[in-house]
């Protein structure tokens, strides 16, 4: 069975991440060890709130590592992984999204940069690319690779299902809604009990995603939720970033709502309070300003 799922980084915690620790009874699991903050937004820098909440889901991160059996790269993006923490994957097994096969010019560059950081390190290293594995009583199956939103201008990603006994889940990594019907397949194919989706990114709804791909991606969930009914489906990632997530996603809060599937942020999930930081980022200043926080300031690679 699945014992525990940990959201430790996630949009819903003040930070860009979308890392969670799952354990069954014989494996200990770290799907994206990796943590950031937007280097702008509304032309403003991170408040000092939002590097406290990085820090401390960092420290997180590290420590769940520790306890890890296996970590998983789901692709090349800083907020999923940390090229400069190698020390994360000495003595694991460690599975990650193809390096050179349908990955785009940046993430082919991120990922030589990481393997290298990280040679000798892992005790098995594994391509995930639509493969199956079976590690004592836990499965953990992966998607083929995945468009990164609605075309491949940002690369792919692989999702992940894990399942232990009659228990299953799914983190979608960042397929952006899901707006395409190959990023939804994975999910009715799996039926995960568990769902994590990283959301539609509509806080650049009209610019950089479409309201055209919005309703694909609501009308994916809503078949999602009816066909799969997942008892607990968790929106979050680039979705977190809009004050009006809500309202974006209401037909799949009321498609899950008529089946009673509980649908809830990373945040709520794990039950502490939702923090936007990102999208409240001018109200943080205004508010606050900068006095009175002091902070430990990484240098910021963006995603």
């Not at 950031?36 to 000092?48: D, K, V």
Request: contains cysteine; negative net charge; charged residues 30%.
């Amino acid at each position: 069975m699945i014992r525990s799922i940990i959201p430790l980084a996630f949009d819903s915690f003040g930070t860009r991440s979308m890392s969670v620790f799952v354990e069954t009874d014989d494996l200990k699991i770290l799907i994206d060890p990796g943590v950031s903050l937007a280097p702008l937004r509304y032309g403003l820098e991170p408040h000092p709130l939002e590097w406290q909440r990085l820090n401390e889901a960092w420290e997180d991160i590290k420590r769940y590592a520790e306890e890890a059996d296996v970590l998983i790269v789901t692709h090349y993006h800083y907020d999923h992984h940390d090229p400069d923490a190698p020390e994360l994957y000495e003595g694991k097994t460690v599975f990650v999204k193809h390096p050179t096969e349908n990955i785009n010019l940046s993430q082919r560059g991120r990922a030589a940069f990481f393997l290298e950081a990280i040679r000798g390190r892992p005790k098995r290293l594994e391509i995930a690319d639509a493969k199956g594995f079976q590690l004592g009583k836990t499965s953990i199956s992966f998607s083929r690779p995945l468009c990164h939103g609605v075309n491949p201008r940002l690369g792919y990603v692989v999702g992940v299902s894990v399942k232990s006994g009659n228990e299953g889940f799914l983190h979608t990594s960042d397929v952006e809604g899901p707006p395409l019907e190959e990023q939804v397949r994975f999910i009715l194919e799996e039926k995960p009990d568990v769902l994590f989706v990283d959301g539609p990114m509509t806080y650049m709804l009209g610019f950089r995603y479409s309201f055209k791909s919005l309703e694909s991606s609501n009308a994916n969930l809503v078949k999602a939720v009816k066909e799969v009914v997942p008892h607990t489906l968790v929106l979050d990632h680039h979705l977190l970033r809009d004050l009006n997530y809500k309202l974006r996603m209401k037909p799949v809060y009321e498609a899950a709502e008529s089946l009673g599937v509980k649908v809830v942020t990373a945040a709520e999930f794990y039950g502490r309070k939702v923090e936007m930081l990102e999208a409240l980022r001018k109200e943080l200043y205004t508010r606050y300003g900068e006095a009175g926080f002091k902070v430990e300031k990484r240098a910021l690679r963006g995603d």
